[in-house]
């Protein structure tokens, strides 16, 4: 027995001594974490060593590391511990590297196109993963949409815009970690396969996790607290030059919030100003290729706008399954599903959007703006097929008006129910929809409303 013992320690030993060997402190490359001093020098020499040996830990210990531009590399785990924090250099320090050339036409936003002038960003790279308890506080980001750095500081390397940006990387894990004040996006993955996204704490002013045209990715037991945008969004922009879906995610156990800034980390828990797209978890708005095999289940939704699933830039939104929602004080619309004629990429794609197979039960609302109910809406000749609602029960605030004109199509007009209107139902309003299956659907008002509960246009109803 001593013998077995013995040697099963043994065969531990070159494991342990090889892991112990894959550690790269950053303070051994020169940083100084004072807050006060560029430490992403230091960084990425950490990193540059670590992924030269093959791979390991590069380790961030406790202090207040003030950084431009990280670079992630193959094989590398950046590892915050408890009491790290790496915080975003303001413009003056011009420390952020410059926005790569794009070459081509630009039919997405700028934040979709430029990644390099990130606080953390990769590209082409594998197996990178960002871990700890620490934190990454984007204070010196900029939230606007001047994502090419040339735009801010007369064409010189300047503005930081993104968190944590990658782009075409695969096995990408990023978990445990805090993000404070994010910028544009706090997270964007583009183009990248096989990934993991958990136990992440969001408080950002613009979007939380933004996952664009990726997949295999499962994003789970995330709390994303964005006031002034989406909390978790999949998207199917242009950026890669070509049409390419969101395909087989899974977000699960995730709450999603619209507190005001920094009051979901400070335990205040504020509700900000209601803006128009503020909180929620969404399909959209860029679907040039669309969204199929996609999971969203056993989430809370609280002080923000509803689910939104929109398909508008000809591609498909088919295969998608969501169960097991809780929602409260919840911001103009509970669910919104839709397709339509904005059309945002070249224009030799003539195919329309399209959406097919949606199935969305076990969902509980509370306290529900009056402003519209559940919108399911087609375009005329292209109906939305196939839609199951099951097992869903929402309590409005009531109180809307008798519609005074017909509630109009979407066209190529943004997909927000703000600038349609007010719904002509308060419960729930569908047209041009093929399939629309309801059981177990019902709708309860805190105060009177003028409207019906129900309004179907071009409309098939499946027992």
């Known amino acids: 027995m001593r013998r077995i013992v013995l040697a099963w320690m043994l065969a531990l030993l070159p494991a342990v001594s090889a892991f112990a060997g894959g550690i790269f402190d950053v303070r051994d490359y020169g940083a100084v974490g004072d807050g006060k001093a560029l430490d992403h020098v230091a960084i990425n020499r950490a990193i540059d ?3 030269a040996a093959g791979g390991g830990q590069v380790l961030v210990p406790a202090g207040t590391y003030l950084c431009g531009s990280i670079r992630m590399k193959d094989n590398v785990d950046l590892h915050l511990m408890r009491g790290a924090r790496i915080l975003a250099a303001p413009p003056e320090f011009r420390a952020y590297d410059e926005s790569e050339v794009f070459g081509g036409p630009e039919y997405q936003d700028g934040g979709h196109t430029y990644f390099h002038n990130s606080l953390i960003w990769a590209e082409g790279r594998s197996n990178i993963s960002i871990t700890g308890f620490g934190m990454i506080d984007g204070d010196g980001l900029t939230k606007k949409d001047t994502e090419n750095s040339g735009d801010v500081l007369g064409g010189s390397i300047g503005t930081g815009d993104k968190s944590i940006a990658f782009k075409l990387c695969r096995n990408v894990t990023i978990r445990d970690i805090t993000l404070f004040r994010g910028g544009h996006f706090a997270i964007i993955l583009t183009g990248c396969d096989i990934g993991t996204l958990d136990n992440l704490t969001i408080d950002t002013n613009r979007d939380g996790i933004d996952i664009d045209c990726c997949k295999f990715f499962t994003v789970s037991n995330c709390k994303v607290n964005s006031p002034s945008d989406d909390a978790i969004v999949l998207k199917s922009s242009y950026a890669l030059r070509k049409p390419v879906l ?20 400070d335990g205040t828990y504020e509700p900000a100003k209601v803006g128009w797209g503020n909180g929620r978890i969404k399909l959209g708005t860029e679907s040039n290729a669309g969204f199929r095999n996609i999971t969203i289940s056993n989430c809370t939704f609280m002080h923000c706008s509803g689910l939104a699933l929109e398909a508008v830039d000809r591609g498909v939104l088919e295969n998608i399954l969501v ?3 809780s929602m409260s004080h919840t911001n103009h619309y509970p669910i919104f599903i839709t397709t339509g004629r904005r059309n945002r990429g070249p224009q030799e794609f003539t195919h329309p959007s399209s959406a ?12 529900a703006d009056s402003f ?8 005329e000749g292209v109906p939305i097929r196939n839609v199951a609602l099951e097992d869903i029960h929402i309590r409005y605030r009531g109180g809307g008006k008798k519609a005074d004109r017909p509630y109009p199509e979407l066209g190529t ?3 927000e129910p703000l600038h349609l209107g007010p719904t002509p139902s308060y419960g729930l309003f569908a047209r041009h929809v093929e399939g629309l299956r309801l059981r177990d659907v019902t709708f309860e008002l805190m105060a009177p409303d003028e409207r019906p509960d129900i309004l179907l246009e071009d409309t098939t109803t499946v027992l």
């Open 49 to 51: 060593a670590c992924t």
């Open 323 to 325: 169960t097991n929602l």
């Open 372 to 379: 519209a109910g559940i919108i399911v809406t087609g375009m």
């Open 413 to 415: 007009t943004y997909p």
């Open 356 to 367: 097919r197979d949606i199935r969305i039960s076990h969902v509980v609302v509370d306290d």
């Open 246 to 265: 969101c395909e087989h995610i899974l977000i699960t156990n995730c709450t999603v919030s619209g507190y005001r800034m920094g009051t979901f980390l």
